[in-house]
């Protein structure tokens, strides 16, 4: 059995040949990313980007030695987060086992037996004991929008249309709550014209902001859309279900609900936002909840919050002002509201 020094020496030595590999199959991994998970253009590439960037500096940094084995998990809603698990371990010195779940992109698989190319046999598997720990990767959480009464609305609508309508809602990081403090009509202008106007269609239409979403999502959305329209309580900025659509697939507009605090115990499935018009007190009470229940916090605009739990890591802020340049493809450009 090869040593925990061995296996790190041999990842590091097989890194740099992994890294122009991956570089010369980027477009082979976006394809199967398109046409498995239907990914548009600007999201397979700044997943491939990242994952890249994340690797480099994974390699350079010290790492604890862990001379035991791992077991990594590819997710089917995160894709390609398992190489850089697997990574991780095999740089620690730890035989990783492999496994995938059923719908996973095949591009991780394929890149997991260029790593088993690289190393010594027996150090990456994609059998073996399972009752080896399981390492990762990490399920994602959902995440609850914080916008600040000073918060850009511009930036706040483009901040949620960007985390809420991603993969039509099917990331599993989507922000579908926003405790909005402060005025809200300007907000809506923004809002209603991006939940409108972001542009959906195939993965291989350069322009698509998102693709479609598969039968089981489409019918949870209209079902919880139903169940929003009904509340009395809650007024629609968008109105959203199924989209005659020329391309292949399943296609759902999106749906923008505001409310006043507290928030209606009604799903929110898919491409769906519900704006929460409420003071600072009553937010700090809906993050304190969420955060306590495994969901994460996006800040939009204001001083950063420090004073509110952060178990999953640093809290994401968003400032400054919408940069025309750094806007994915199919989201319409900023214009006066």
């Not at 969420?290 to 809290?315: K, M, N, W």
Request: with cysteine.
């Amino acid at each position: 059995m090869v040593g925990g020094s061995e296996i790190a020496a041999a990842a590091r030595r097989g890194f740099p040949t992994f890294a122009a590999r991956l570089a010369g199959r980027a477009d082979e991994v976006s394809a199967a990313l398109a046409s498995e998970l239907h990914l548009a253009l600007w999201d397979r590439e700044q997943l491939i980007g990242a994952m890249q960037a994340r690797l480099v500096a994974m390699v350079t940094a010290r790492v604890t030695a862990k001379p035991d084995g791992a077991r990594v998990i590819e997710l089917r809603a995160q894709p390609l987060e398992a190489i850089e698990v697997a990574w991780e371990c095999l740089l620690a010195g730890r035989p990783v086992r492999f496994a995938a779940e059923p719908g996973a992109c095949s591009a991780t698989a394929s890149l997991v037996a260029d790593m088993m190319s690289l190393l010594p046999t027996g150090v990456i598997t994609t059998d073996g004991d399972d009752a080896w720990p399981t390492v990762g990767v990490l399920p994602a959480v959902p995440r609850i929008a914080w916008v600040d009464a000073t918060a850009d609305r511009e930036l706040a609508a483009y901040s949620l249309a960007r985390t809420c309508l991603r993969r039509s809602g099917m990331d599993p990081r989507a922000v579908r709550i926003a405790c909005v403090i402060g005025p809200t009509d300007l907000l809506a202008r923004h809002m209603k014209r991006l939940w409108v106007g972001a542009q959906l269609g195939p993965a291989s239409d350069p322009k698509s902001f998102a693709g479609p979403v598969d039968v089981a999502t489409a019918n949870a959305f209209v079902a919880a859309q139903t169940a929003w329209v009904a509340e009395p309580r809650a007024q629609a900025w968008c109105t959203g279900g199924p989209l005659e659509h020329g391309a292949q697939g399943l296609f759902v507009a999106p749906a923008a609900f505001v409310v006043d605090w507290p928030v209606p115990d009604l799903p929110l499935v898919g491409p769906m936002c519900c704006v929460v018009r409420c003071t600072e007190t009553q937010a700090r009470e809906m993050i304190a909840n969420a955060t306590a229940t495994g969901a994460a916090i996006v800040q939009i605009g204001g001083r950063e919050l420090t004073d509110v739990p952060q178990t999953h890591g640093s809290l994401k802020h968003i400032r400054g002002a919408v940069l025309v340049e750094r806007l994915p493809p199919g989201l319409p450009e900023p214009r006066p509201a």
